[in-house]
């Protein structure tokens, strides 16, 4: 995979997660930091971080884009989310517009 296909997300705790860019633009707010005219740093670094969200809530968010991109065709399946992430994770995808 090609760097440009990809960005990199890093929460909070400096972890680093590298994923296909068709996954992290399931975000409103990671696409426009990647898309908008501009010089937005995101967009020549290929990297967006995340100081307010934790490592555990981006790993989730992150699987959540990958599933989203599979299951987007209607297929009735559910995301599994454990109850003692619901909040934090609410908060980031609100944030995040996903």
Known sequence: MRKEDTVKLISSEGFEFVVDKKAA?????????????????????????????ST?????????????????SGKETEFPIEPELTLELM?????LHT
């Not at 967009?43 to 100081?51: D, I, R």
């Not at 555990?56 to 987007?72: D, G, R």
């Not at 908060?91 to 944030?95: D, H, S």
Request: hydrophobic share 45%; with cysteine.
């Open 56 to 72: 555990t809530i981006l790993e989730k968010i992150c699987q959540y884009f990958y599933w989203s991109l599979q299951y987007a």
């Open 25 to 53: 633009m399931v975000s409103q707010t990671i696409r426009n930091m990647l898309t908008s005219p501009g010089s937005f740093a995101e967009a020549q670094l290929g990297e967006v971080t995340f100081p307010e969200i």
């Open 91 to 95: 908060m980031a995808a609100n944030y």
